[in-house]
């Protein structure tokens, strides 16, 4: 639970989850675990990037997507089709490109960032004698981009980690070679690594998650919808399992006994929505000899030793039920089995880096098949993907000294002030909260801290070295320091300094253990802010994005932490039945969205993103409102300024979905699909009604019982 805006789709691994991430809420979803070396991060104070080499050819940029008034279909009427109406034109005329399964403002923006990231990551490649982060992305960009000499390395790079595999024949061997492939940073069957304690966010402790499963979610394995993707996944297996040098009729007997192996993880784990929506999972401390008492064929004490990692007096052993099954099937299952599961996810999680082989079974299975991609991106962007996947701040830091003004920083930093002072006030005129909580809720407000841009002290990554021998290599050796990096942080205090984003992803996210708001660099383009535009549009845009994240402080996962960051009950009981009641009447308008024919919204997962869009989008018009005074209405292209604060928030929710990754989204994704993100919110504000002179019992007017206030 970090909150995101919208979520950064992961097509591999999608069940081993940081916690940081998972425990961020974010705009737009989370990734595999990254771990960390031992080195502390150092103090570069690099918070203004010093005047760099680099150059950025803006003509080579694709556009932005900022609202214009002849986007407007004006065939239909706001007050009944109000996605339609700002969006329907622009979604008819762009289609989804072939390499990307979903189409919108995100995506845009993405591809603007990489196209900056490009140039600047050919720049380093080519200074043959770069040091510290250039030298990392070129080494990571030029062997990436050496598709020869990756095909000539074919499955080589992958030989002996597949010779300790066929070594693994009895449980204790198996335990021991999990240990040790975890300290490699290569561990798929359970997620591992530093965060802030529950109940002592100044302080991090270790945590040890669910993992293990190559499907979205757990239902992949045991809901009958899924049975299709379950049966396609067989196949893939067994496809990987052949291209790693399996005769055919071993790899289809292999292939079963790995869903075997999955299918039974699954049902000892938690579904994705049930994560999402009891953040409380994430938490159960234990000392290391409790857990062994839990996981007997699995020793922590000794996992703890293998990492290199003091023995501490206590870790959060999270969904213990999970750990108990994978202790059981170390005893129970034939190392046969074992092999099989493994051999399969060695090969796997290394296929985008091998040879173009490897690549097409892995694009066919996670993209195509289970997402609906019809092409395989160029291999540029599949680079870039890595580079910020494995070096992101890395590549951040040549990022902003080419693609984020002052100006832009000086300007969100006014919003966010505003914003501030327009949530504070919705908090003191709440009428369904009792003073003693509301107390705390304004202490909750005070504590808040903004992060604009990027960080104001750069990681240090000066213990990753890179080559340009391998790509794979590169890639292996980036994951292991992220592990290491990680790790060293155990028993420490919280640096307060650290992002769980790089400046260059379109995104922003709100942490719940820190009490911060994060606003990546590349998030400050339209149509989310645009120093062009007139304060409505942006007010409608970054200003929304800005109360989103600040209400996620008080959603339903987010108000389970006070003003510190600890996790601690601070709601009088009668105000706790309050606010439950209310989103209750929230869960029922989502559940109501149907977003394909039988296939509906769900309310109770999708609940956390839906509060932080009712009450960041209210808190934004107060905010416009409240800056604009009595100035007098420029009416922009003709629309008052309260139309525009309204169009320009649908503008950021315009987006076309793939049928498949729709269908994934709607198992897998805390967020609603974006066209009910573009309705939700406004539809329960009487200022919209008004804004568009709409009238009692039309679609985008819900009064009475319907309508929801929260924040």
């Known amino acids: 639970m970090p909150s995101r805006l919208e979520p950064a789709v992961t097509f591999k691994k999608p069940q081993v989850l940081l916690l940081s991430l998972a425990i961020a809420t974010v705009v737009a979803a989370c990734g595999k675990t990254e771990a960390p070396a031992p080195t502390a991060p150092a103090d570069t104070s690099a918070a203004a990037p010093a005047e760099a080499t680099l150059k950025l050819d803006e003509s080579k940029l694709p556009p932005v997507n900022r609202f214009l008034a002849t986007d407007l279909d004006t065939t239909k009427d706001a007050c009944t089709d109000f996605g339609g109406y700002v969006n329907g034109k622009w979604l008819a005329a762009n289609t989804i490109p072939n390499d990307r399964t979903s189409w919108g403002a995100f995506e845009m923006l993405d591809e603007r960032s990489n196209a900056v990231q490009r140039q600047l990551a050919e720049q380093a490649a080519a200074d043959t004698k770069a040091t510290g982060v250039e030298k990392i992305v070129g080494d990571l960009w030029a062997t990436g981009m050496d598709v020869a000499k990756v095909n000539a390395q074919g499955l080589e790079p992958l030989k002996a980690d ?87 009729e071993d790899a289809a007997k292999q292939a079963k006994d790995v869903i075997a192996f999955e299918t039974r993880l699954a049902k000892a784990s938690k579904s994705r929505e049930e994560l999402s929506r009891d953040v409380s999972l994430y938490y159960n401390p234990v000392s290391p000899a409790q857990a062994d008492e839990l996981t007997p064929n699995f020793s922590w004490t000794k996992f703890f030793e293998s990492q290199k990692v003091a023995v501490p007096a206590k870790f959060s052993l999270a969904v213990p039920a ?54 395989l991106k160029e291999r540029g962007k599949r680079v870039l993907d890595t580079i910020e996947g494995q070096t992101g701040e890395a590549m951040g830091q040549l990022y902003v000294k080419v693609a984020f003004t002052p100006e832009s920083k000086e300007r969100m930093q006014g919003l966010v002030k505003n914003l ?18 509301k107390k705390k809720a304004l202490e909750k407000w005070a504590s808040f801290t903004p992060k604009i841009g990027y960080p104001d002290k750069w990681r240090d ?57 994060v606003f990546p660099a590349a998030i400050l383009q339209p149509p989310f802010f645009d120093p062009k535009a007139d ?162 019992g039309q679609p985008m007017v819900r009064e009475g019982d319907k309508q929801v206030v929260i924040w």
Request: net charge negative; hydrophobic share 35%.
């Open 535 to 696: 304060d409505s549009a942006n007010y409608g845009g970054i200003g929304a994005v800005i109360g989103h994240e600040m209400t996620h402080g008080y959603d339903d996962q987010g108000s389970r932490f006070g003003p510190t960051g600890n996790m601690e009950v601070w709601w009088a009981p009668s105000d706790a039945k309050a606010f439950s009641g209310l989103t209750d009447k929230l869960i029922k308008q989502f559940d109501g969205y149907e977003a394909a024919p039988g296939a509906h919204v769900s309310g109770k997962h999708t609940l956390g993103e839906n509060i932080a869009d009712l009450g960041g989008l209210a808190t934004a018009y107060d905010a416009m409102k409240k800056a604009a005074g009595d100035t007098p209405d420029p009416k922009t292209d003709g629309f008052t300024r309260e139309q525009r604060f309204f169009l320009n928030w649908g503008t950021v929710w315009r987006r076309n979905f793939t049928p498949e990754e729709l269908k994934v989204r709607l198992q897998t994704d805390e967020h609603a699909p974006a066209n009910f993100r573009a309705i939700g919110a406004p539809s329960n504000l009487p200022a919209f009604a008004a804004a568009f002179s709409c009238k009692p």
């Open 420 to 437: 501030s002072e327009a949530l504070k006030a919705r908090i003191e005129n709440l009428s369904w909260m009792s003073a003693d909580t």
């Open 162 to 248: 597949l010779t300790k595999i066929d070594a693994v024949d009895s449980p204790e061997k198996i335990a021991a070679y999990l240990r040790d492939a975890a300290a490699t940073g290569d561990n798929n069957l359970f997620g591992f690594g530093a965060e802030a304690d529950f109940k002592d966010s100044a302080n991090n402790i270790a945590y040890a998650s669910q993992g293990g499963l190559g499907l979205p979610d757990t239902t992949y394995y045991t809901d009958a919808k899924h049975k299709d993707k379950l049966a396609a996944y067989e196949v893939h297996v067994a496809k990987v399992l052949e291209l790693g040098g399996a005769k055919p």
């Open 461 to 517: 990554w000066s213990g990753l070295s890179t080559s340009r021998d391998s790509y794979y290599a590169n890639v292996k050796a980036a994951n292991e320091f992220n592990y290491k990096w990680n790790l060293s942080k155990i028993g420490k205090p919280v640096d307060k300094t650290e992002w769980g984003m790089p400046p260059q992803m379109v995104n922003a996210y709100y942490n719940p253990l820190q009490n911060e708001i």
């Open 322 to 375: 999970f750990h108990q099954e994978v202790s059981k099937m170390i005893g129970e299952l034939p190392a046969a089995q074992w092999q099989a599961y493994l051999r399969f996810h060695a090969i796997d999680g290394a296929s985008p880096y091998l040879s173009e082989a490897f690549v097409n079974e892995s694009f066919n299975f996670y993209n195509k098949t289970l997402r609906g991609q019809k092409e």
